[in-house]
C-alpha cells in the first residue's frame, strides 16, 4: 500500500475549500472518510452516534449499508476488504453494538483485514460511570486491534483518523478501532486532514534486504527438493505475479494456505493444493520431504505444521514476512527476510538464474497420482465434494467464493479452483461460524456485477440468517449454497473420529430454508438428488436475486485426509 | 480413582445445583461436551448462537433466582459471548461462563480459534479466571460460583485450556469458599441505620425508590412494610419493576427518561429519597444536579462503590437491603403523611401516562390488554430494547418481583427472546411473553430453532413498524427530523417466518382485534409471534430531553397525530 | 493533588493487568506505580501515585477494592510515612565540568555508578523532592537519560499495615 505523499492525493473526494472551515466532530469524522478515499460504509444506528448518521445522511459520497446486527456489519466490511484490497469501514452505537463487534474485529485481527471501526460512545464526563449503553470498548478490543483510539477532544479527530487508515493498511494490515464519545461528535473545530503522519512507535521497515536476498538465492540454487508455501501475505501484498515467475524459473511446486489461496493458480503443474490439518496428501508429503522450504507471507500456524517438532524436519527453512514477531514464533527458521512479500519476490527474480528439479517434480507427481483427493461418489446421495466440483464448472473460475467454518469449509478450500487471489474469502485464523453470509455481502457491495457464491453449513447459517432481510433490502444477488447435514459437521467428525461416536449435541435442528427464504421474499430452492445440483446452480447464479439452495448432503460424511491434532503431517487419517 | 478435568468439571456442576447449561460445542471443549453427555441431572439446551446462550442463562437466572450457566468454545465461541456477559455485568445478573481455550502450551501463539478472552472481558466481568492446572479446577468453579451470587451479582467467567479438561487426576469434594480479598458487607451499620430511621420518621415528603438490588435481595415483602408503614409513594427503576404491586395506591411507576410523568414531579418535589438497591443511573436521574434538588438523600447499597458515584448523598449505608430493612423496620414509626399522599394524588391527575385515542392500532394499548390479561397469571415478561420496552415499563402494570426481565443498563437490542427461552425453561409452568420490536427480534430471531427444538410455547409480542424507531424518536427531536437509516424495508414476512419453524403466527392490525387474538395466542399452548402493525411515527411520552431535570418532561400533546 | 495508596494484593499473575485496566477503564491518572513483594510471597504491595481530588480517590478506592485480588488499601497521603525513589541518571560529563557535577553528587549523597568518556551514571535514591532537585541541578550540565523506578512508601511507627495490626 503506497502512502500518500501530499494533502491533495489524501484528499482525493475531499473538497479542497472546506479544509479550515469550523465544523462539528460528525462531520469531520465523515469528511476525513472522504478524503480517505471511503465509497461504502457499513452501519447500526443508536443514541451515541446520532449526530454522526446525521452527517452521513447528508453525505453524497458515502455510501451506507444497513445490516440487522452488528455482527452482520463488520463481517460484511471484512469481506469488502478482503475482496478489494481496501479497507473496510463500519460504524456501531456504543455498548451493545460495539461489543456486538467483538467477534467480527477478532476474526479481522487473526486474519490480518484491514478494517477501520469506528463506535460511538457516551460523553467523555460519563466515561466510567457505567452509563447507560457504555462499555469500555477500547479496553475489551485491548487484545485483538492492531491499535485503537479513544477521542476525547474534537481537535484529534482528523489525525486520528489518518493515523487509522495508516495503520490499518500498511506493515501486516489489521483492525483500528476509534471509539467516539458523543459529545465529542457535537463539538467543533476547524476541518484540517494532515498530509503528515508522525508515529515514531511505528516505522515501517526500510527495505536493505539485499545480503538475505544473496543468501537465498544460494539456498535455492543448491536445494534438491524445495518446497513454496504461500499464505495470506502474498494476497496482501499483491504478489502473485512474482509468485508465479519465482515457482516457474526455478521449478519449484507451490502450496497456498486456506488464507493464501488464489495466490497461485490453481490449474498450474506446479501447484500442490493446501498443506495442513485437511490439506492434500501431496503437499503434506512434499512439505515432510523437502529440503528447503521458502515460506512467504503465512505464519506457521498449528493447523498447517502439525506438530512442530516433525514439522518439514529435513529442511531448511526461508521466512519471508513483513511481520518480525512471525519468524521464529512457531518454528525456527535458517534465513529470515522481513520484508513486504512483493518487494522480496521481485528482488529475488532478479537475481536468481532458472533451475530444473525434474527428479524432485517427478517424485511429487507420483505422490499426486498415488494420494489424489478423493471421496466416494454417490449417485443417490449427494455429496459435498460433488457440489463443489459442480460449482468450478458452473463459474468456470469466474467468480468469488465465500465460505463459513466447518467441514464444508475443508471441502471448499480442497475442491474449488481459484486462479485469482481474493477471489476465495474465509475466517481462517479465528474460524468464525456465521462469517460466511455476511462477508458474501461486503463482497457483492464492493463487485455488484459479479458472481458471488456462499458456502455455509447448516449450523453456520443459522448464526446469521436474520442478515436475508439485508440481501433483500439491497437485492445483492448472492447464490447461497447451504450444505445441510443437520449436524454442527465438523464437531461430529472429531466425535466420530477420536470419541467413539458419543455425539454430544452436535445435531442441530433447522428451520424450512426454502420457505424461510421466501418469506424474506428471496428466492429458495431445494437441491435432493445429484442430478439437480448442476442445473439448480446454473438457475441460482442467473437470477438477479438473493437465491438461498437448500442441498440436502450426505449427513455423517468426513472430511478427509486428516492429521489428528498435534500429529506429524505426514501422518494422515484417510488419504 | 482418576478422573479428567472435564468430569470434574460437570461433577462441581452438579454439586452447585447446576440443572440446566445453554451452550454451543466445539474443538476446545470436545472433553468437556462428552463428560456433559454423561451427567443424569444437567440438561444442555444447545442455541443457534453463543450470544443467546449468556442471554438464556441471565433469563433463567433472574426468574430463578438461581446461578444462570452457559458454556462456549474457544475463539469465536468466546467472543459471540461478550455482549451477552457485559450485559449481565451491567444488570448485576449471577451467571458463570464457562469457555473453551487452546492447550495451554498453545496460548498466546495466536492459534487456531485462539482469543484472550480473559482479557477481553476483564472490564465487563465481576471477575475471571484462566485454569492452569486441572487441580485448580473444582475450586475456581466453586469461586466462581460464590462470586456470583454474592455480594452485587454478576458474570464470572472460567476459561479452561483443552488439555487440562482432558487431564486426569483425583477428584475431591472442594472445600467452601474463601477468599481473603472478597467478603461482601451485608450488615448495616447500626448507628447509620438509626440515622436512617430519623431522617425517615422526620421527613414531610419522603418517597421510596427502590432498585434491582431490592430483587437481588429478594427484599419485597420488606419492601411492602416499609411503604405501608410510612405510607411513602413508591417509585421504582426499569429493573425493579414488580418488587413492588403497580396496582397499589402508593405505586408511582417508574421513573427518569421515559418514566411516569407523576413519579418525575414527585420526586423532584420530595425532600427525602430512600434509595434502595439503585444505582442513580443517568437514565433515572436526567441532569445529575437537577436531581431531587430538595431532598435528602439515603442511599443503601451492597456495593460501596455505587455510594456516592454519581450522586452526593447524605446518608450512605452499606450492606444488604433485606437484612438491613430487618433491623430498620421496628425503628420507623407508622405514619399516614397525609397532606404529602393529597399532593402526589393531585400530581397523579393532573399528570397522567397519555397516548392517542384515535383509530390506529396503538402499542400502548395492546400493552395494557396485555397486562390485563396476564397480570394475574403466573407469567414472566421479557422485553427488548426501544419504544415497545419504554412502553411496557409504563402500561403493562408488574405486580410480582421477578416478572420482568429487561437490558436495563447496557441497552441491549436481541436480549428479549433468547432471555425469554431461558425463563421458560427455568420455570417450565409459567407464561412467558417476550415483548419486541421488528429490529430487535431479527437480531436474535435464530433462535425460534431452540424453542421449537426444546417445545418451549414462548409468545413473542412483536410490534413491527419496519422502523428502528426510539432512534428515529431521537433524530426527530434532536436531528430535524432527519431520519436517517432506520428504515427497515427488507423485513421477512413474520407470519409465514414463523411457519418455516413450525411455529404458529397471528397477526393484530385492528385495535378490535386486540384482545380475542391475544387471548388466542396466550392459550393456544404452541411457540408464537403475535405481530401488531403500528404506525413509526409513534414517539414515547414522556421524554426528559438531554440535560434537562426530571420535571422538564415533554408531555403527550393532544391533537399531534389525529387523522391517524 | 497527589495522593499516594499502598495497596496489597495477592502475588498473582494478571493483577497489575487488573488494575492497569482499572484505571484505565474509569478514567483515573496514574503519575506512578511501583510493585514488588512483600515479606509474605504471596503478597505483593503496589504503591500508586493517583492525581485526583477527594472524590476521585474516595471512587478509586472503592473501585479497587472490589478487585478480587485486592486485599488492604491504605491511602497513606496524610500518614507519618517514609517514602522513596529510585533514579538513574546518565549525565554529560566532560572533563571541564567534572568536578562541578561531583560536588553535587557529594551534596546530594549520591553515588557515582558508571563513568564513561564524556558522561556519567549517577544513581539517587531520596524522596520526591530530593529527586526532582538533583534532576534540575544536573539540568545544565546536559541530562542523556534518566529513568526511575516510582515511589515507595511505607508508613512510621509500630503499625504494619499489611492487614494485620
Not at chain 1, 528482488?347 to 536468481?352: D, M, S
Not at chain 1, 466440483?389 to 473460475?397: D, Q, R, S, W
Request: charged content about 25%; some cysteine; overall charge negative.
Amino acid at each position: 500500500m503506497a502512502v500518500a505523499k501530499d494533502l491533495r492525493e489524501v484528499c482525493q473526494f475531499g473538497n479542497l475549500m472546506e479544509v479550515g472551515k469550523k465544523m462539528s466532530g460528525a462531520d469531520i469524522l465523515i469528511k476525513s472518510l472522504e478524503c480517505e478515499g471511503v465509497d461504502t460504509i457499513f452501519g447500526y444506528p443508536g443514541g451515541a452516534v446520532l449526530n454522526i448518521y446525521d452527517a452521513i445522511y447528508r453525505c453524497k459520497k458515502i455510501k451506507h449499508i444497513l445490516t440487522r446486527h452488528e455482527q452482520g456489519l463488520i463481517h460484511a466490511a471484512d469481506g469488502y476488504a478482503r475482496s478489494t484490497g481496501k479497507p473496510g469501514v463500519c460504524i456501531a452505537t456504543s455498548g451493545p453494538g460495539a461489543t456486538n463487534l467483538v467477534t467480527g474485529i477478532a476474526t479481522a485481527y487473526m486474519d490480518s483485514v484491514p478494517l477501520v471501526i469506528i463506535t460511538g460512545q457516551v460523553a467523555v464526563s460519563y466515561i466510567g460511570k457505567d452509563s447507560f449503553q457504555e462499555a469500555d470498548i477500547t479496553g475489551i478490543t485491548l487484545p485483538i486491534t492492531k491499535y485503537s483510539y479513544l477521542v476525547k477532544d474534537v481537535r484529534d479527530l482528523a489525525r486520528y483518523v489518518r493515523e487509522a487508515f495508516h495503520l490499518a493498511t500498511t506493515g501486516r494490515p489489521g483492525p483500528v478501532l476509534i471509539d467516539l464519545p458523543k459529545d465529542v461528535t457535537y463539538a467543533e473545530t476547524e476541518f484540517f486532514y494532515p498530509p503528515e503522519i508522525d508515529l515514531p512507535g511505528y516505522k515501517l521497515k526500510p527495505n536493505g534486504i539485499e545480503k538475505e536476498v544473496e543468501k537465498a538465492s544460494e539456498m535455492l540454487k543448491e536445494a534438491q527438493r524445495p518446497v513454496i508455501i504461500a499464505g495470506g501475505g502474498v494476497v496482501n501484498s499483491g504478489a502473485h505475479e512474482e509468485l508465479l515467475a519465482l515457482a516457474e524459473k526455478l521449478q519449484i511446486p507451490v502450496s497456498t494456505t486456506l488464507m493464501g489461496k488464489g495466490s497461485f493458480p490453481e490449474n498450474h503443474p506446479l501447484y500442490l493444493g493446501m498443506p495442513g490439518m485437511h490439506g492434500t496428501a501431496y503437499a503434506n508429503y512434499a512439505i515432510s520431504d523437502c529440503d528447503l522450504l521458502l515460506a512467504v507471507g503465512m505464519r506457521f500456524d498449528d493447523r498447517v505444521t502439525g506438530n512442530v517438532k516433525t514439522f518439514a524436519k529435513d529442511a531448511k527453512v526461508i521466512h519471508i514476512d513483513i511481520d518480525a514477531a512471525e519468524i521464529n514464533k512457531n518454528i525456527h527458521v535458517d534465513l529470515s527476510i522481513v520484508s513486504d512479500a512483493k518487494n522480496a519476490l521481485e528482488k529475488l527474480l532478479g537475481i536468481i538464474k532458472e533451475k530444473d528439479n525434474r527428479r524432485w517434480l517427478d517424485k511429487i507427481e507420483f505422490w499426486k497420482k498415488e494420494y489424489p483427493l478423493k471421496y466416494c461418489k454417490d449417485s443417490t446421495r449427494i455429496k459435498p465434494q460433488y457440489i463443489l466440483e459442480k460449482i468450478n464448472e458452473v463459474t468456470a473460475g469466474d467468480a468469488y467464493f465465500v465460505t463459513d467454518t466447518g467441514q464444508h469449509q475443508m471441502w471448499a478450500a480442497q475442491y474449488l479452483k481459484c486462479v485469482r487471489p481474493r477471489s476465495f474469502m474465509t475466517s481462517g485464523g479465528l474460524g468464525t461460524m456465521g462469517y460466511g453470509f455476511p462477508a458474501a455481502m461486503g463482497v457483492q457491495i464492493a463487485h455488484p456485477e459479479a458472481k458471488v457464491v456462499t458456502i455455509v453449513g447448516d449450523g453456520g447459517f443459522q448464526m446469521n440468517s436474520q442478515e436475508l432481510a439485508t440481501a433483500v433490502h439491497y437485492n445483492l444477488p448472492l447464490t447461497i449454497c447451504i450444505f445441510n447435514n443437520g449436524y454442527l459437521g465438523m464437531v461430529r467428525q472429531w466425535q466420530d473420529l477420536f470419541l467413539d461416536k458419543r455425539y454430544s449435541h452436535t445435531e442441530i435442528s433447522q428451520p424450512d430454508f426454502v420457505k424461510l427464504a421466501e418469506s424474506y421474499g428471496a428466492v429458495g430452492m431445494r437441491v435432493e438428488k445429484p442430478e439437480d445440483v448442476k442445473k439448480t446452480l446454473e438457475k441460482a447464479m442467473e437470477t438477479p436475486r438473493p437465491v438461498v439452495i437448500d442441498f440436502l448432503i450426505e449427513q455423517e460424511e468426513n472430511v478427509f485426509p486428516m492429521v489428528p491434532a498435534g500429529g506429524s503431517i505426514d501422518k494422515m487419517l484417510g488419504r | 480413582m482418576a478422573v479428567t478435568g472435564a468430569e470434574i468439571l460437570i461433577k462441581t456442576l452438579e454439586y452447585e445445583g447446576v440443572d440446566t447449561v445453554f451452550g454451543y460445542p466445539g474443538g476446545a471443549v470436545l472433553p468437556i461436551y462428552d463428560a456433559l453427555k454423561e451427567s443424569s441431572k444437567i440438561k444442555h439446551i444447545l442455541v443457534r448462537q453463543e450470544q443467546a446462550a449468556v442471554h438464556a442463562a441471565s433469563g433463567y437466572a433472574r426468574t430463578t433466582g438461581k446461578v444462570g450457566v452457559c458454556m462456549a468454545t474457544s475463539g469465536p465461541g468466546a467472543t459471540n459471548l461478550v455482549t451477552g456477559i457485559a450485559t449481565a455485568y451491567m444488570d448485576s445478573i449471577p451467571v458463570v461462563i464457562i469457555t473453551g481455550q487452546v492447550s495451554t502450551e498453545m496460548v498466546g501463539t495466536d492459534a487456531f480459534q485462539e482469543v484472550d478472552i480473559t482479557g477481553i472481558t476483564m472490564p465487563i466481568s465481576k471477575h475471571n479466571y484462566l485454569v492452569k492446572n486441572v487441580k485448580d479446577l473444582s475450586r475456581i468453579i466453586r469461586e466462581a460460583f460464590h462470586i456470583a451470587k454474592t455480594g452485587r451479582p454478576g458474570p464470572v467467567l472460567v476459561d479452561v485450556p483443552k488439555n487440562v479438561s482432558a487431564q486426569l487426576t483425583k477428584y475431591n469434594i472442594p472445600e467452601d469458599v474463601d477468599l481473603r480479598g472478597y467478603k461482601p458487607t451485608y450488615k448495616g451499620h447500626p448507628t447509620q441505620i438509626k440515622n436512617a430511621a430519623e431522617l425517615i420518621n422526620e421527613a414531610k415528603k419522603p418517597v421510596i425508590f427502590a432498585g434491582g438490588g431490592v430483587i437481588n435481595s429478594e427484599a419485597a415483602a420488606e419492601l411492602k412494610i416499609l411503604v405501608e408503614k410510612t405510607s411513602a409513594p413508591i417509585t421504582t427503576t426499569l429493573n425493579a419493576l414488580g418488587v413492588f404491586p403497580e396496582t397499589h395506591p402508593q405505586s408511582l411507576g417508574m421513573l427518569g427518561l421515559h418514566g411516569t410523568p407523576y413519579a418525575n414531579y414527585v420526586v423532584t418535589e420530595c425532600d427525602l429519597l430512600v434509595g434502595l438497591g439503585v444505582r442513580f443511573d443517568d437514565r433515572v436521574t436526567g441532569a445529575v444536579e437537577k436531581f431531587a434538588p430538595n431532598a435528602k438523600k439515603i442511599h443503601i447499597d451492597i456495593d460501596p462503590a455505587e455510594i456516592g458515584k454519581n450522586v452526593e448523598v447524605d446518608l450512605p449505608l452499606v450492606g444488604d437491603v433485606k437484612t438491613i430493612l430487618e433491623e430498620l423496620l421496628p425503628l420507623v414509626e407508622e405514619r399516614e403523611n397525609r397532606e404529602w399522599n393529597a399532593r402526589v394524588e393531585k400530581i397523579k391527575k393532573e399528570y397522567p401516562l397519555k397516548y392517542g385515542e384515535t383509530l390506529a392500532l396503538r402499542p400502548q394499548y395492546v400493552i395494557e390488554k396485555l397486562g390485563e390479561l396476564t397480570r394475574d397469571k403466573d407469567v414472566v415478561i421479557t422485553t427488548d430494547v426501544g419504544q415497545h420496552q419504554m412502553w411496557t415499563a409504563q402500561y403493562y402494570k408488574f405486580t410480582k418481583p421477578r416478572t420482568m426481565l429487561t437490558s436495563g443498563g447496557l441497552g441491549t437490542m436481541g436480549y428479549g427472546f433468547p432471555a425469554a427461552i431461558g425463563a421458560q425453561l427455568g420455570n417450565r409452568d409459567k407464561l412467558v411473553v417476550a415483548v419486541t420490536g421488528d429490529g430487535s427480534f431479527q437480531m436474535h430471531m435464530a433462535e425460534m430453532g431452540t424453542a421449537v427444538e426444546n417445545n418451549l410455547p414462548v409468545k413473542v409480542l412483536l410490534f413491527n413498524n419496519n422502523c428502528l424507531a426510539l432512534v428515529r424518536q431521537l433524530q426527530h427531536f434532536y436531528c430535524n427530523k432527519s431520519y436517517s437509516a432506520v428504515d427497515f424495508s427488507g423485513n421477512p414476512d413474520f407470519i409465514r417466518f414463523a411457519e418455516c419453524y413450525g411455529a404458529k403466527g397471528i397477526r393484530i392490525t385492528k385495535t378490535e382485534e386486540t384482545v380475542p387474538k391475544l387471548e388466542e395466542a396466550l392459550n393456544n399452548d404452541s411457540l408464537t409471534i403475535i405481530e401488531c402493525v403500528v404506525s413509526n411515527e409513534e414517539m414515547v411520552y414522556p421524554m426528559v430531553p438531554n440535560n434537562k431535570g426530571l420535571n422538564e418532561m415533554i408531555h403527550f400533546e393532544e391533537g399531534e397525530d389525529d387523522g391517524r | 493533588m497527589k495522593h499516594t495508596l499502598s495497596v496489597l494484593v495477592e502475588n498473582k499473575p494478571g493483577v497489575l493487568t487488573r488494575v492497569a485496566g482499572l484505571f484505565a477503564r474509569r478514567g483515573y491518572n496514574i503519575d506512578s506505580l511501583a510493585v514488588g513483594r512483600t515479606e509474605n510471597p504471596e503478597i505483593s504491595r503496589m504503591t500508586i501515585v493517583v492525581e485526583g481530588d477527594d472524590r476521585v480517590i474516595e471512587q478509586v478506592t472503592k473501585q479497587l477494592h472490589k478487585l478480587i485480588e485486592v486485599i488492604k488499601i491504605n491511602d497513606i497521603t496524610e500518614d507519618e510515612h517514609v517514602h522513596r525513589e529510585l533514579i538513574l541518571i546518565k549525565v554529560n560529563a566532560d572533563p571541564a565540568h567534572r568536578m562541578e557535577i561531583m560536588q553535587i553528587v557529594n551534596v546530594f549523597r549520591a553515588r557515582v555508578v558508571d563513568f564513561g568518556r564524556n558522561s556519567l551514571i549517577i544513581e539517587v535514591t531520596g524522596d520526591e523532592g530530593k529527586i526532582n532537585a538533583i534532576e534540575n541541578s544536573l539540568h545544565p550540565f546536559g541530562i542523556r537519560e534518566v529513568v526511575r523506578t516510582g515511589k515507595v512508601a511505607m508508613v512510621r511507627g509500630p503499625k504494619h499495615k499489611n492487614g494485620k495490626s
